[in-house]
T-cell receptor, first 112, second 113 residues
Framework: EAGVAQSPRYKIIEKRQSVAFWCNPISGHATLYWYQQILGQGPKLLIQFQNNGVVDDSQLPKDRFSAERLKGVDSTLKIQPAKLEDSAVYLC??????????FGPGTRLTVL | KQEVTQIPAALSVPEGENLVLNCSFTDSAIYNLQWFRQDPGKGLTSLLLIQSSQREQTSGRLNASLDKSSGRSTLYIAASQPGDSATYLCAVPQSGGSYIPTFGRGTSLIVHP
């Protein structure tokens, strides 16, 4: 069974630039999560989708972050414009509804 | 709002020791708890998922227990090996009944030969 795919694996940008991350979840998983993980901390949930709908985005900085899940499958997370404090690893996970989460390898973002 | 605490923050042990990692949470109205392992620079790997109706789950040398009433879970690692070196994280749903996961900061484990 294929796992959660993410791209790119690494990205370096200058502050005020834009960046987008892509996630392809495990086939059949209704729930998709985007997390931000800063070095030395646990992952912080940014947004959770169930099929096409948003379950929770209370911790998403909506003035600069946006996310969508097309046709209830793939998802993209965008940052525009990026700030220095956005440097982190962005993790995507998927699960059956209320089930076990499976994570992708993550995207390491460095903002200079 | 659910808060998750993991103790100890870091642990360094010689190979062969049996280990106990702790996870505590403030809201006991959960319906599952998941333990993960994270290697440096990698994503999270699921180790064990315990449903609220269960008291423990086992996989190989790993055993996780859950005590909802006291808001605690423990991950027991038997006969530790250098390959077990990683950060161990637990995740529980936020309070309020919906499954919005909250993670602890993790326990960083080093097992030296």
């Amino acid at each position: 069974e294929a796992g959660v795919a993410q791209s790119p694996r690494y990205k370096i940008i200058e502050k005020r630039q834009s960046v987008a991350f892509w996630c392809n979840p495990i086939s059949g998983h209704a729930t998709l999560y985007w997390y931000q993980q800063i070095l030395g901390q646990g992952p912080k949930l940014l947004i959770q989708f169930q099929n096409n709908g948003v379950v929770d985005d209370s911790q998403l900085p909506k003035d600069r972050f946006s996310a969508e899940r097309l046709k209830g499958v793939d998802s993209t997370l965008k940052i525009q414009p990026a700030k220095l404090e956005d440097s982190a690893v962005y993790l995507c996970a998927s699960s059956p509804v209320e089930g076990e989460q499976f994570f992708g390898p993550g995207t390491r973002l460095t903002v200079l | 709002k659910q808060e998750v605490t993991q103790i100890p923050a870091a642990l360094s042990v010689p190979e062969g020791e049996n280990l106990v990692l702790n996870c505590s949470f403030t809201d006991s109205a959960i319906y599952n708890l998941q333990w993960f392992r994270q290697d440096p620079g990698k994503g999270l790997t699921s180790l064990l998922l315990i449903q609220s109706s269960q008291r423990e789950q086992t996989s190989g040398r790993l055993n996780a227990s859950l005590d909802k009433s006291s808001g605690r879970s423990t991950l027991y690692i038997a006969a530790s090996q250098p390959g077990d070196s990683a950060t161990y994280l637990c995740a529980v749903p936020q309070s309020g009944g919906s499954y919005i996961p909250t993670f602890g900061r993790g326990t960083s484990l080093i097992v030296h030969p």
